[in-house]
């Protein structure tokens, strides 16, 4: 089984994920143009949210593991560009220096704690580097410069919100199911729905199933997606429509699946 992105690794994409959304906020006519992929707010409202959210999550990294959420009051600023901007990539440093202190395993508090992500600071910056890179994404397209993700964010970003997004011990209303997602880059998952909620397993193989305890192989999956790896992300955070993959098996699985909001 392939690892996950090395802890230096994502401060790394994240440092580079800031860096290219403030490039594309830069470009544009002015902040207060619509965010097609993000309906209602304007780019302004995002160069906000990332820079509340890194400066919360840094408080709350910093805090210890035995801390709650931490949301630290920000000042106003002007609504100047240049300001807003420049306050976007002090609050990205912040988030990057608690996580460095804090290093990859230290206990944190995080909002996915009946999740298959663990409550530690190399969860969040995983989750945060996820953030990032959607919003640049939503960012370059309003300014008519989109890009896909690259490959090593967009392979580990589909297995993240597998992890954090739809991994919970909330039950399945629905019958059992399981749906395979292959990207292909070569990397393939299987998501297993049922009354003990929903939990992912890393196929080891692409189209592989995973092997039972008598070593024989489960029912094949009852849905299945395919498409590269950056279109399974967008597809998930809904950015893209489902129709933009291949779709096999039953679709109303999907459609169910799409829906579905698990009990806190």
């Not at 901007?85 to 990859?104: C, K, N, V, Y």
């Not at 998930?236 to 169910?256: A, F, M, N, T």
Request: net charge negative; glycine share 6%; with cysteine.
């Amino acid at each position: 089984m392939t690892a996950t992105l090395e802890f230096a690794v994502l401060l790394r994409l994240i440092d580079e994920g800031s860096t290219a959304f403030r490039a594309a906020a830069a470009s544009a006519p002015s902040l207060d143009v619509q965010v097609p992929t993000c309906p209602g707010w304007t780019l302004l409202n995002l160069v906000q949210y990332l820079r509340e959210g890194h400066r919360s999550w840094a408080a709350t990294v910093a805090a210890g593991p035995a801390a709650a959420k931490s949301a630290p009051e920000a000042p106003a600023l002007p609504r100047e560009r240049q300001a807003q901007l420049a306050w976007l990539a002090e609050s990205t440093e912040q988030l990057l220096s608690a996580l460095r202190g804090s290093g990859p395993d230290r206990g944190c508090w995080t909002w996915w704690d009946t999740s298959q992500s663990p409550q530690t600071t190399g969860a969040v910056a995983r989750h945060q580097l996820q953030e990032i890179a959607m919003h640049t994404c939503d960012a370059q397209i309003t300014v008519g410069a989109p890009q896909p993700l690259p490959d090593e964010v967009a392979l580990d970003g589909f297995e993240e919100f597998l992890s954090t997004c739809c991994a919970t011990t909330s039950a399945w209303p629905h019958k059992p199911a399981a749906v395979d997602c292959h990207a292909t880059e070569g990397r393939s998952w299987r998501l297993s729905l049922s009354a003990d909620g929903a939990r992912f397993t890393r196929l080891p193989t692409p189209g592989a199933l995973p092997a039972t305890a008598s070593g024989k192989d489960p029912d094949p999956a009852d849905a299945s997606l395919r498409g590269t790896a950056s279109e399974l992300v967008h597809t998930l955070y809904g950015r893209i429509p489902i129709d933009s993959l291949q779709l096999d098996g039953d679709r109303r699985i999907l459609e169910h699946l799409q829906a579905w909001e698990p009990e806190e």
